[in-house]
Nanobody, 114 residues
Framework: QVQLVESGGGLVQSGGSLRLSCAAS????????MGWFRQAPGKQRELVAR???????TYSDVVKGRFTISRDNAENTVLLQMNSLKPEDTGIYYC????????WGQGTQVTVSS
């Protein structure tokens, strides 16, 4: 079973930055797309960034130009650099394959204050 552990969240002011990390145990194949999802209270989980096994990224329009996703297949990790954070970025951030095929981790809380 693949286990995913997210870390790096916290409380930041609007305009601040955070760097999230996702560590995966078990098999994470290079051909598998990985992504970062987020969920605000009472809302559906949404995909905000994805990256192919070979490193090609894609972003949702609301984070484009502010977030950068990367992966290190040798280390079995996926990173999300978040800059120019806005209050609407607040939520719990999760990583998973795209489409989501692994068990969800606990996520990491990101809170952006105005």
């Amino acid at each position: 079973q693949v286990q995913l552990v997210e870390s790096g969240g916290g409380l930041v002011q609007s305009g601040g930055s955070l760097r999230l990390s996702c560590a995966a145990s078990g098999k994470m194949f290079i051909i598998t797309d990985m992504g970062w999802f987020r969920q605000a209270p009472g809302k559906q989980r949404e995909l905000v960034a994805r990256i192919t096994g070979y490193g090609s990224p894609t972003y949702s329009d609301v984070v484009k130009g502010r977030f950068t996703i990367s992966r290190d297949n040798a280390e079995n990790t996926v990173l999300l650099q978040m800059n120019s954070l806005k209050p609407e970025d607040t939520g719990i951030y999760y990583c998973n394959a795209v489409p989501a095929t692994y068990n969800w981790g606990q996520g990491t809380q990101v809170t952006v204050s105005s």
